[in-house]
């Protein structure tokens, strides 16, 4: 049990429309991580939150945005959804100082 | 470009054999060498993990063998049981780990028959 929660874990969009996942983290976990996750490949690095700030990105457009919360959760906000946006979106978080990463079980979006 | 590449992308080992999944990377600003194991419908999870200071990191049936010149490193899981029938991922990333963006392999799906 890693401490880390997602929802929803399953997901049904339309292409265009809006999406807004959820992670909530252990208590003490500064640093949140979100990753994609697509059918039969490795995780994608999304971005990274600390303390409420951005600090990386991957490669991925401005229409995935996230937010990180004072309480420890934090958001992954997609807008405009493409078809190709299908996939296990992955949080993951840290209490720093060099702790390994600790996985969700994911949120499973499907955009049709 | 894929910074991480992992073989094979399946593998079929007989119980109690060894189970080797190779892992190649090109950034050598990459220090920090994770292996990550996934079951169906869970979330990676942190098997073991290497920094190039060292040569070689065993934890119980697993083991990591990294080769800095060569670029490369690989897992080996002895006695592989059928508990142990996972998707494996190896990742890297700089900063000796505290920089949290892992570069993931493509995966390599573990199958140990009885």
């Known amino acids: 049990e890693t401490g880390v929660t997602q929802s929803p874990t399953h997901l049904i969009k339309t292409r265009g429309q809006q999406v807004t996942l959820r992670c909530s983290s252990q208590?003490?976990?500064?640093?949140v991580s979100w990753y994609q996750q697509a059918l039969g490949q490795g995780p994608q690095f999304i971005f990274q939150?600390?303390?409420?700030?951005?600090?990386g990105r991957g490669n991925f457009p401005p229409r995935f945005s996230g937010l990180q919360f004072p309480n420890y959760s934090s958001e992954l906000n997609v807008n405009a959804l493409e078809l190709d946006d299908s996939a296990l979106y992955l949080c993951a978080s840290s209490p720093g100082q060099n702790s390994p990463l600790h996985f969700g079980n994911g949120t499973r979006l499907t955009v049709t | 470009q894929q910074q991480v590449k992992q073989s094979p992308q399946s593998l079929i080992v007989q119980k109690g054999g060894i189970s080797i999944i190779n892992c190649a990377y090109e950034?050598?600003?990459?220090?920090?060498f994770p292996w990550y194991q996934q079951f169906p419908g869970k979330g990676p999870a942190l098997l073991i993990a290497?920094?190039?200071?060292?040569s070689e990191k065993k934890e119980g049936r697993f083991t990591i063998s990294f080769n800095k010149s060569a670029k490369q490193f690989s897992l080996h899981i002895m006695d592989s049981q059928p508990g142990d029938s996972a998707t494996y991922f190896c990742a890297a990333s700089e900063d000796g780990g505290s920089n949290y963006k892992l570069t993931f392999g493509k995966g390599t799906l573990l199958t140990v028959n009885p």
């Open positions: 939150y600390y303390r409420e700030e951005e600090n």
């Open positions: 950034n050598t600003a990459f220090d920090y």
């Open positions: 290497i920094r190039p200071d060292v």
């Open positions: 208590s003490g976990h500064n640093t």
